[in-house]
Nanobody, 124 residues
Framework: QVTLVESGGGVVQAGGSQRLSCAASGRTSNRYTMGWFRQAPGKEREFVAAIRWSIAGTYYADSVKGRFTISRDNAKSTVYLQMNSLKPEDTAVYYC?????????????????WGQGTQVTVSS
């Protein structure tokens, strides 16, 4: 079992920045893929970014490329999502997820473990 706990959400003005954290515990492995997803009211959950603990490389949705940065601290078992140049359309509940594979997937159903989510609201 893997437990994921997100933090760092809140209200921010358009154009501002915010950093989300996801602390992983339990039966984590360096062969996992970690992902960030988001879900806005009335919309389906969508992929934002992904990273692997043991393999270089980051992956982003086109809508956040160039504005968001995913990173990891292996010693702390923590994944971060740095969000810059935020837009009102970035408003959503952001979820951290873990997938027990080094194959990166962007579909939510491919991830086995989920955090509780953290609300990010971008005001215009």
């Amino acid at each position: 079992q893997v437990t994921l706990v997100e933090s760092g959400g809140g209200v921010v003005q358009a154009g501002g920045s915010q950093r989300l954290s996801c602390a992983a515990s339990g039966r984590t492995s360096n062969r996992y893929t970690m992902g960030w997803f988001r879900q806005a009211p009335g919309k389906e959950r969508e992929f934002v970014a992904a990273i692997r603990w043991s393999i270089a490389g980051t992956y982003y949705a086109d809508s956040v490329k160039g504005r968001f940065t995913i990173s990891r601290d292996n010693a702390k078992s923590t994944v971060y999502l740095q969000m810059n140049s935020l837009k009102p359309e970035d408003t959503a509940v952001y979820y951290c997820a873990a997938r027990p594979s080094v194959v990166v997937e962007t579909t939510p159903s491919e991830y086995d473990y989920w955090g509780q989510g953290t609300q990010v609201t971008v005001s215009s």
